[in-house]
């Protein structure tokens, strides 16, 4: 037994999207829907990857587990996502290191502007010196 109908009538419901739309995004017709629905026909592959990943739920999910569970909803619907976790973490330590650059380049720009400022007085103290 698959619950790829119940599945199908559930994330419809639960995202309150009706058959036309249903079928607009995964290029369906009305029929085509109707039939998955009432068991007598099953989607293709290529559809089943289509709504899984619409509705981001694995394709052994929406084949072998019946979404409309209470108990099973939660850890399916809204799974953790490794990779997505793994990509946070890239982008907060690229974060990061962008700002110890910042404050390292605002740091290397304020000595230039001392060793500026110092070759100035250095190069007037010269010339004064020069001048007596």
């Excluded at 119940?6 to 419809?12: C, D, P, R, S, V």
């Excluded at 304020?110 to 400022?117: C, P, R, V």
């Amino acid at each position: 037994m698959n619950y790829i109908s119940l599945n199908i009538k559930y994330l419809t419901g639960k995202e309150k999207v009706k058959k036309d739309e249903f079928g607009r995004i995964f290029g369906l017709n009305r029929g085509a829907i109707s039939a998955y629905i009432s068991e007598k026909a099953q989607p293709k592959i290529e559809t089943l990857q289509k709504i899984s990943a619409y509705f981001q739920i694995s394709i052994d999910d929406l084949i072998n587990t019946n979404l409309s569970n209470p108990d099973k909803k939660e850890d399916i619907v809204n799974p953790k996502c490794e990779k997505c976790d793994l990509m946070e973490r890239v982008i907060l330590a690229k974060d990061e290191t962008i700002n110890a650059q910042k404050k390292t380049i605002d740091a290397q720009e304020e000595t230039i502007i001392a060793l500026k400022k110092e070759t100035l007085l250095n190069a007037e103290d010269v010339s004064i010196a020069d001048a007596i």
